[in-house]
């Protein structure tokens, strides 16, 4: 194992997931957020989904900061 975080583990390195595009969904994730998570169906698909992970990610991390 190279790399490993609580259910997650990867053979090689994060670093090669990692897209300009996927950066940019993570910077409108977190603006999203920032302006009170607006209106979730006028979303495209490709980032509402995204948007899905980044969310269900977001509150397993939380949760675990309160465990």
């Not at 670093?15 to 409108?28: D, K, N, P, T």
Request: charged share 25%; glycine share 6%; with cysteine.
């Amino acid at each position: 194992m190279v790399w490993g975080r609580r259910r997650v583990f990867l053979d090689t390195c994060p670093r090669s997931f990692v897209s300009a595009e996927s950066i940019g969904l993570v910077e409108a994730f977190a603006a999203w957020k920032l302006v009170g998570s607006g209106d979730f169906a006028s979303l495209p698909a490709r980032t509402a989904d995204a948007f899905c992970v980044l969310e269900n990610e977001l509150r397993a991390e939380m949760s675990n900061a309160t465990e």
